[in-house]
């Protein structure tokens, strides 16, 4: 039972332009939703969350937009650039449940130049 | 300030032996999760410890798997009689508090042979 989706396994973009994962989640009871960032052999790095309260949350290159209704959460790069390659995963938990997180199964990005 | 330290990064164990993975937290953390990411998956939560308590384990495989947050030292993730569906990388995360972000490690990867 995969309560956190990511439907793209792999992503191309050149440099300069956007790019956009998407990831759907099930649990109703998520209300805290997070982007990591995974480069091979490290640990994954915290990029930026977001609250059920909120519809969208920015960090300079970096947007996350939320849509509660259609249990789906989008981060959005831009412009994009050739150190952005990395696999990003999409993570969520009930905000009780602090750093119990929920996974999906990550996007790998390239951004060529 | 280093950063959440795990150790060892690669581990070979041949099958019916036992594992002892080590995570050192962040200083002043006093919260660690395990997650397991197996080949070509989304990271997994296991356990979540604080000081010398398990505060939920939901994640963890009924036999084989323990863990520890001692007072003293570093946690470790303890896997008896390994099998080959063990191999997978094991990931370490602390946070100050339950609710605060949490800091990833590097990871140790096991292979069973």
């Known amino acids: 039972d995969q309560q956190v989706k990511q439907n793209s396994p792999s992503l191309s973009v050149q440099e300069g332009r956007i790019s956009i994962l998407n990831c759907d989640y099930t649990?109703?009871?998520?209300?805290?939703f997070l982007w990591y960032k995974k480069y091979p052999a490290e640990g994954p790095t915290f990029l930026i969350s977001?609250?059920?309260?909120?519809d969208k949350n920015e960090d300079g290159r970096f947007t996350v937009f939320l849509n509660k209704s259609a249990k789906h959460l989008s981060l959005h790069i831009v412009p994009s650039q050739p150190g952005d390659s990395a696999v990003y995963f999409c993570?969520?938990?009930?905000?009780?449940?602090?750093?119990?997180?929920?996974f999906g199964g990550g996007t790998r990005v390239l951004v060529k130049p | 300030n280093a950063g959440v330290m795990q150790n060892p990064r690669h581990l070979v164990r041949r099958r019916g032996q036992e594992a002892r993975l080590r995570c050192s937290p962040m200083?002043?953390?006093?919260?660690v999760y395990w997650y397991r990411q197996l080949p070509e998956e989304g990271l997994k939560f296991m356990v979540y410890?604080?000081?010398?308590?398990?505060?939920?384990e939901s994640g963890m495989p009924k036999e084989r798997f323990s863990a520890e947050f001692p007072k003293e030292g570093p946690s470790i993730l303890r896997i008896q009689q390994v099998v080959r569906g063990d191999s997978a990388a094991y990931f370490c995360?602390?946070?100050?508090?339950?609710?605060?972000?949490?800091?990833f490690g590097q990871g140790t990867r096991l292979t069973v042979v």
């Open positions: 995360a602390s946070s100050t508090t339950g609710d605060t972000e949490a800091f």
């Open positions: 649990n109703s009871m998520f209300d805290y």
């Open positions: 977001i609250s059920s309260i909120k």
């Open positions: 993570a969520a938990s009930p905000k009780a449940a602090g750093n119990k997180l929920t």
């Open positions: 200083k002043g953390h006093s919260h």
């Open positions: 410890l604080q000081k010398e308590n398990i505060i939920d």
